[in-house]
T-cell receptor, first 113, second 116 residues
Framework: GNSVTQMEGPVTLSEEAFLTINCTYT??????LFWYVQYPGEGLQLLLK?????DKGSNKGFEATYRKETTSFHLEKGSVQVSDSAVYFC????????????FGTGTQLKVEL | GAGVSQTPSNKVTEKGKYVELRCDPI?????LYWYRQSLGQGPEFLIY????????DSGLPNDRFFAVRPEGSVSTLKIQRTERGDSAVYLC??????????????FGNGTRLTVT
């Protein structure tokens, strides 16, 4: 089956620190990969995506590269801000296999001054 | 509307009761999805509509769960004979295309269901 594994939180960082949230996946077909973010009191929002191997998704200073050889899609940001505090979800969908997103369990990020 | 609207935002019900959860998608979005998120977990797929028809209901856990979208816009998720294990946040999402890889899903804020 399809599954997504991401690092457990909470992750607590100081402002301007470097962020990595690890995400690995298993998939029965060829997946598209996503990072969604949930800010406090808000709904899930798409942060970035990559649809094929070696693609890099980027948005708001966040980046993730689709690594087929390591089945990974790690989220990175060079300098986090307090406003980045949120829960981050890694997810996949199988191309041509339906329209279901399979999510990881989420990683809470707390950024402190 | 500006985004996906879900009502009620919170629902408390007694075990064995029937509940309906409503989702109003973004205007013009043909695809509508229901997910369930238990505490400490990621969202789990329940059902997906393309227009009025359920294109994939493989995530519905059992026959107590049912969803409709009679006019291709608003959808209602119905749960019969609720159990305490049904307690979760029920999320609705819509998109303008038929696949998450083609266009982003826009999520509502969810309905928090508590079964006592």
């Amino acid at each position: 089956g399809n599954s997504v594994t991401q690092m457990e939180g909470p992750v607590t960082l100081s402002e301007e620190a470097f962020l990595t949230i690890n995400c690995t996946y298993t998939a029965t077909g060829y997946p598209s990969l996503f990072w969604y973010v949930q800010y406090p009191g808000e709904g899930l929002q798409l942060l970035l995506k990559a649809t094929k191997a070696d693609d890099k998704g980027s948005n708001k200073g966040f980046e993730a590269t689709y690594r087929k050889e390591t089945t990974s899609f790690h989220l990175e940001k060079g300098s986090v801000q307090v406003s980045d505090s949120a829960v981050y979800f890694c997810a996949l969908s199988i191309t041509g296999g339906g329209n279901k997103l399979t999510f990881g369990t989420g990683t809470q990020l707390k950024v402190e001054l | 509307g500006a985004g996906v609207s879900q009502t009620p935002s919170n629902k408390v019900t007694e075990k064995g009761k029937y509940v309906e959860l409503r989702c109003d998608p973004i205007s013009g979005h043909t695809a509508l999805y229901w997910y369930r998120q238990s505490l400490g977990q990621g969202p789990e797929f329940l059902i997906y509509f393309q227009g009025t028809g359920a294109a994939d209901d493989s995530g519905l856990p059992n026959d107590r769960f049912f969803a409709v979208r009679p006019e291709g816009s608003v959808s209602t998720l119905k749960i019969q004979r609720t159990e305490r294990g049904d307690s979760a946040v029920y999320l609705c999402a819509s998109s303008s295309s038929t696949g998450p890889g083609n266009s982003p899903l826009h999520f509502g804020n969810g309905t928090r269901l508590t079964v006592t």
